[in-house]
């Protein structure tokens, strides 16, 4: 059964820094992996889906890498804001399904 | 746009009563989810739809019963709530897989059981 964990579970920056979050599945045949944003009380925003054969996939001040082989994907936010404060979720989708199974999560607080 | 909606947002309910909680999308997506979201346990899968007229069970579906009305409509049913219920559900839809597996999240709906 595919199982995903997020190291650290929170994790507190001061603005401008560069930091990185960790992913990590148990089993490596998967079909995607996803990163999503959630706001406190609200719903979740996808951020970036990097395909199975993919290495990674970049969107602004983001940049997603998927290594299958370890069972690893980690988000890069480059400079970051307090607008980045929120949790960030990775999902990764077991066998030729999208039925995501998600880590609990890392809570980032960007500090001004 | 719309993206996915749900319907309530809040609802409390007392052990045994039952209740609806309704989702619909208009992106045209072929699949819909339902997940719930408790603390310290991340997203859990529930009921999955693949297609209209499909329905597939997910990690946690002891409880609930789906029905995919139509290819915008996904119910969530729960016959008889019980305190373990309490939670946040999320409705969502993407394309069935692919580079267009992205899948996009309702609001939520926040239900406590009493």
């Known amino acids: 059964k595919q199982e995903v964990t997020q190291i650290p579970a929170a994790l507190s920056v001061p603005e401008g820094e560069n930091l990185v979050l960790n992913c990590s599945f148990t089993d490596s045949a998967i079909y995607n992996l996803q990163w999503f944003r959630q706001d406190p009380g609200k719903g979740l925003t996808s951020l970036l889906l990097i395909q199975s054969s993919q290495r990674e996939q970049t969107s602004g001040r983001l940049n997603a890498s998927l290594d299958k082989s370890s069972g690893r994907s980690t988000l890069y936010i480059a400079a970051s804001q307090p607008g980045d404060s929120a949790t960030y979720l990775c999902a990764s989708s077991p066998g030729a399904t999208n039925k995501l199974i998600f880590g609990t999560g890392t809570l980032l607080a960007v500090q001004p | 746009n719309a993206g996915v909606t749900q319907t309530p947002k809040f609802q409390v309910l007392k052990t045994g009563q039952s209740m609806t909680l309704q989702c619909a999308q208009d992106?045209?997506?072929?699949?819909m989810y339902w997940y719930r979201q408790d603390p310290g346990m991340g997203l859990r899968l529930i009921y999955y739809s693949a297609s209209e007229g499909t329905t597939d069970k997910g990690e946690v579906p002891n409880g609930y019963n789906v029905s995919r009305l139509n290819k915008r409509e996904f119910s969530l049913r729960l016959e008889s709530a019980a305190p373990s219920q309490t939670s946040v559900y999320f409705c969502?839809?993407?394309?069935?897989?692919?580079?267009?597996?992205?899948?996009?999240f309702g609001e939520g709906s926040r239900l406590t059981v009493l």
């Open positions: 969502a839809s993407s394309f069935p897989t692919g580079d267009t597996g992205e899948l996009f």
């Open positions: 992106m045209n997506h072929n699949s």
